[in-house]
């Protein structure tokens, strides 16, 4: 995937690390649980997108084969929605937020020695993809993400990589915690962003209005098969799978709407764990939030082939 999860983590703990007569101990629960409710938010968002080209090559294979020419099938004509490399960089994205968590609930839950050679290959790392003019390329394909928005993702990925190179690190975990707040929110919010809504809403677009569309196209496809059917019985075959079809679109979306969901209370559950010291119960009940957000979809989830 280009940055490897584990120099993500070390590199981005490098970067809190240095919290010299920092009492990290009321931290530390807090931490752990917004470790684990991003470590499934993410793991979640990573599945939305690949559902959605997964749906999309299965809406094109259906095309051709109820269109009833074997001489149309081609395999290289069959391409995701979301292209390979795009999808990279969507993933890196997710991967450095789950990076971040996890280094916080490192950080205080075990001392931890510096890694100046990985924290320095992370800050490469960063700091080439906020200057990729794929990664502007690419945001720039959804409609619904600004151009603001866009560099609100590259400032955050270069003033990440700068605090590596330069080594200046801050003393107190509440002062890197609201330094890392509006880094976090702006990835989040773009994934967030790009999920969209469904056709006929008022700012349709993104992975649910193509996911709901291929949906509909897979519908009519369906219909057509029945339609050539000579037989009644391969007829009433073929129809009685379009229930299924409606059943499918709707649980798929209610998903890719779940997720979205998740992101944005992700980003509040951060900004509370920001004032977890004064108000406990404030963040616990934000990353509950999340927590049964994340899990009333994870059954769906669980049901998707591995990739």
């Known amino acids: 995937m280009g940055m490897k999860t584990a120099a993500l983590r070390a590199g981005i703990v490098?970067?809190?690390v240095g919290l010299a007569g920092c009492d990290t101990h009321q931290y530390g629960g807090p931490a752990a649980d917004f470790a684990a409710a991003t470590n499934l938010v993410v793991q979640q968002s990573k599945s939305a997108f690949q559902l959605v080209n997964d749906t999309y090559q299965r809406e094109q294979v259906a095309s051709l084969v109820a269109s009833g020419d074997p001489n149309q099938f081609n395999p290289e004509k069959i391409q995701p929605f979301i292209a390979t490399a795009d999808?990279?960089?969507?993933?890196k994205l997710l991967e450095a937020l789950q990076a971040y968590a996890t280094g916080l609930n490192d950080l205080t839950a075990k001392p931890l020695a510096s890694a100046d050679t990985e924290a320095t290959a992370l800050a490469a790392s960063?700091?080439?993809?906020?200057?990729?003019?794929?990664?502007?390329?690419s945001?720039?394909?959804?409609?619904?993400?600004?151009?603001?928005?866009?560099?609100?993702?590259?400032a955050g990925l270069d003033a990440i990589a700068?605090?590596?190179?330069?080594?200046?690190?801050d003393r107190q975990l509440p002062s890197i915690l609201k330094a890392a707040e509006p880094k976090i929110e702006a990835i989040a919010t773009v994934l967030a962003k790009e999920i969209g809504d469904i056709p006929g809403s008022e700012q349709p677009g993104g992975l649910r209005d193509k996911l709901w569309r291929s949906y509909d196209s897979l519908l009519r496809d369906q219909l057509k098969l029945a339609r050539q059917d000579q037989n009644l019985a391969d007829r009433r075959q073929d129809l009685a799978k379009l229930p299924d079809l409606v059943g499918q679109q709707r649980s798929a979306d209610e998903a890719l709407a779940a997720t979205q969901a998740s992101l944005i209370k992700l980003v509040a559950a951060h900004k509370a764990l920001l004032q977890?010291?004064?108000?406990?119960?404030?963040?616990?009940?934000?990353?509950?939030?999340?927590?049964?957000?994340a899990k009333d979809i994870q059954m769906f989830y669980d049901k998707l082939p591995a990739k």
Do not use: C, Y
């Open 14 to 16: 490098w970067l809190i």
């Open 87 to 91: 999808l990279k960089i969507r993933f």
């Open 126 to 137: 960063i700091q080439s993809l906020a200057k990729n003019e794929r990664l502007q390329h």
């Open 139 to 154: 945001l720039r394909e959804s409609k619904n993400v600004t151009a603001e928005e866009i560099n609100g993702v590259a």
């Open 162 to 169: 700068r605090f590596l190179i330069n080594h200046k690190i």
């Open 276 to 293: 977890v010291a004064s108000n406990p119960t404030g963040f616990q009940a934000a990353i509950m939030e999340v927590l049964a957000e």
